[in-house]
């Protein structure tokens, strides 16, 4: 299988965030089941903050709203 190679990196910063967020719920709860757990959640909470990060920022971020209210 081919992948091109954005993907390959994105794949591979994929493996290096689950391995992270592993070893620090593992540390942090002594508990491999825990880690397991927090590596598998902690990507899905990411991606629903990143959504509505998005949002506001497409909304306020860019300061558009600062510069329509002067």
Not at 26 to 31: D, E, H, P, Y
Request: charged share 10%; proline share 3%; no cysteine.
């Amino acid at each position: 299988m081919v992948i091109i190679p954005v993907m390959r990196k994105t794949l591979s910063f994929a493996v290096v965030h689950f391995l992270v967020a592993f070893t620090v719920g593992w540390l942090l709860t002594g508990s491999l089941v825990l880690g397991g757990a927090l590596a598998l959640v902690e990507p899905l909470a990411n991606t629903l903050a990143f959504h509505f990060h998005e949002k506001a920022w497409q909304r306020w971020g860019s300061g558009k709203a600062l510069r329509s209210a002067s």
